[in-house]
């Protein structure tokens, strides 16, 4: 048997193999498509990318026609290099290492050897292309910005780099794809699908046919159309609110979690990251590391939230029932909290109560409630714990979930943070009472603030904030249409809402009110350090200010973060305002606040950070100077046009 056996195996194996050869070589040749094969020729056609728009179906960012310069090595013959080099205005040295990364590439497939050019620039080089043998053109499009705003939501789009191209087999060398912004979160659906053609070649490496007679051929797919969430004008607006200014804006409608504006500042035309130029230009923005541009604020900066994280404070007090509406505490300017340790306070002192403690901003009435909340439990560690999980039921301290490619957590700190900063011996609610007022550990993005603000209007609920509106042909993804319920109880809303109300009406944004909107806010100011030649330095206060309008049924929530600012109703304040009139109302009655916070320039707070040279001094004040001009000129505009309607 055991004769029998193995010879009959060593048969069976071979004639597998002979068969599955005979189908690869005879029925199946679809692998040769797939191997270095001379003589088949593949070309790819490239479809457009979707188009984006707002919410309103503005077009944002569509197409435009450019060509890449194809190079198969192998194939080069004779080439007058300084008559292609004049063509294409490149250098020699420039054409040699060009010629070298295709060659490392692949000697025998294409690869780009100069990207993006577009129709000027082709239309002398394609009149003598035929002269040089082993170069062709492929024709994509390059994104056409219609806007020169929200560079930070679309991201960008650049060549596929290597290891990119080894990880997805879909790219190739040379092939483009969305990097940043909804370019990248979106990439799948606006890049479409590439089709491929299949030329057969002759021994003389002439073009002959179709292979198989297109058997193999397949069409492009252009890329979906998106509509974001974003109202184009209040992009535009509050980017220009934020001119000479850093930070970042963050309005979301609450009833829906859609992001209406996303903000930083400074930021940049997108339109200069495409064509030739957009390498160079990339690396400027990239190098700039003292205004970078390229940093989203809105999504990214991590800074302490200051006075409007009270209402976190309270909402918990509330909900741990330490407090009551009727609950109040005395302020003396202040209040000692410890033997020699005296927390500062500016709401003017007395008995407040907390609806008095709201807008008047008082942080030894949230201090105290603070204190309660700890001093509820027998071990801090539990209670701090207790605290932390409500906190983080608005989302706070951890990674929302939204649909952009980048963020930070913030930080809510937990008994494990304390455990790591105080190891060995025990510590209490007046250890770390500097949370109550949105200072110590908590850390917040603009972005959480807007989310925590929507909770707040929506009475104990939000969904995950969220740029897409509307995918053609495709459902958005459903996490977005979640409701997530936070750990306060709905009754508890109503109170710190009838608090907020009145921080317009008769505290710390009063003169911030617009006339028709009931809106309801909150002023902050976060203490700021920097080091400066290796020194922590106290620096000018951040300006954050945090709101929703109308006070029923509200159609915005927004948080405004201007660094180096100051007190939050001086510029924070002021723009949230702007922006939600804007919003609302499609026009601005407050045009005193409009002048104000468009001539309003930071540049020389920026300069004393780091210790900058006189030259990078110099640079700002020009920036600053032709900025304002910009502005005059544009203010001046806008005042002759109204008295030509009048």
Not at 7 to 28: E, H, K, N, T
Request: contains cysteine.
């Amino acid at each position: 048997m055991r004769k029998v056996l193995l010879p009959a195996l060593i048969i069976i194996g071979a004639s597998l193999l002979i068969i599955r050869v005979f189908y690869l070589q005879i029925i199946d040749d679809s692998f040769k498509l797939k191997s270095e094969n001379n003589a088949i020729k593949i070309k790819y056609d490239y479809p457009e990318r979707g188009y984006i728009y707002d919410r309103n179906g503005v077009l944002l960012v569509a197409n435009q026609p450019s060509y890449d310069i194809m190079v198969i090595p192998r194939e080069l013959n004779k080439t007058d290099t300084l008559e292609f080099c004049k063509l294409l205005n490149i250098t020699k040295d420039d054409f040699i290492k060009r010629i070298e990364k295709a060659r490392v590439y692949s000697p025998r497939l294409p690869s780009v050897f100069l990207a993006q050019l577009n129709k000027n620039e082709f239309a002398a080089f394609q009149e003598k292309i035929r002269k040089f043998e082993g170069f062709y053109f492929q024709k994509r499009s390059l994104r056409d910005y219609e806007v020169n705003y929200g560079a930070n939501i679309f991201g960008f789009i650049t060549q596929a780099n290597e290891k990119l191209i080894e990880k997805n087999h879909y790219y190739k060398s040379g092939d483009l794809i969305g990097r940043q912004g909804v370019e990248e979160s979106y990439e799948k659906i606006l890049r479409g699908i590439k089709g491929v053609k299949y030329f057969q070649k002759d021994k003389f490496n002439r073009e002959i046919g179709s292979y198989k007679e297109g058997k193999y051929d397949t069409i492009s797919q252009q890329g979906e159309d998106i509509n974001l969430t974003i109202d184009s004008e209040i992009q535009k607006y509050g980017e220009q609110l934020m001119i000479n200014k850093r930070g970042g804006i963050v309005a979301i409608e609450p009833k829906t979690g859609e992001i209406l504006a996303l903000v930083t500042a400074p930021s940049y035309d997108p339109g200069i990251l495409v064509g030739r130029q957009r390498s160079k230009n990339y690396t400027k923005l990239y190098h700039d590391s003292i205004a970078k541009p390229l940093y989203d604020r809105g999504l990214l900066a991590e800074y302490p939230p200051g006075s409007p994280f009270k209402i976190m404070t309270g909402l918990v007090g509330l909900q741990e029932e330490v407090i009551g509406e009727e609950t109040t505490f005395v302020c003396n300017h202040g209040f000692y909290y410890a033997p020699g340790r005296f927390q500062k306070c500016h709401c003017g002192g007395g008995v407040l109560d907390l609806h008095v403690g709201i807008y008047k901003s008082c942080n030894a009435y949230f201090s105290n409630v603070y204190l309660r909340t700890i001093a509820k439990y027998k071990k801090t560690p539990y209670a701090v714990d207790v605290w932390s999980n409500h906190v983080k039921s608005f989302g706070l301290g951890q990674f929302m979930g939204y649909d952009l490619p980048t963020g930070r957590k913030g930080k809510i700190p937990t008994s494990k943070t304390y455990k790591k900063m105080y190891p060995g011996w025990g510590y209490s609610g007046k250890t770390i009472i500097s949370n109550a007022i949105g200072q110590g550990e908590v850390l917040m993005t603009p972005i959480q603030l807007a989310n925590m603000m929507s909770a707040v209007a929506n009475e104990g609920y939000y969904y995950t904030p969220h740029i897409i509106k509307k995918i053609k042909g495709e459902q958005i993804d459903t996490k977005f249409t979640t409701k997530h319920v936070t750990t306060i109880d709905k009754k508890y809303f109503p109170p710190m809402i009838s608090g907020l109300f009145d921080v317009y009406n008769r505290g710390t944004a009063y003169a911030l009110r617009v006339e028709g909107i009931d809106i309801c806010g909150k002023t902050g100011t976060a203490e700021n350090f920097a080091k400066i030649n290796g020194v922590r330095t106290k620096m000018q206060d951040h300006s954050i200010f945090v709101a929703f309008a109308p006070k029923d049924n509200p159609k915005i929530a927004i948080a405004v973060l201007v660094e180096n600012g100051g007190f939050g109703a001086t510029i924070a304040g002021p723009i949230a305002s702007l922006m939600i009139e804007k919003y609302l109302k499609k026009k601005i009655s407050r045009t005193d606040l409009e002048t104000r916070v468009l001539n309003i320039s930071l540049q020389s707070r920026y300069a004393k950070l780091g210790g900058l040279s006189e030259d990078v001094k110099k640079q700002l004040r020009i920036q600053d100077s032709i900025t304002q001009s910009k502005i005059k000129v544009a203010l001046q505009k806008k005042i002759d046009t109204t008295k030509t309607k009048k």
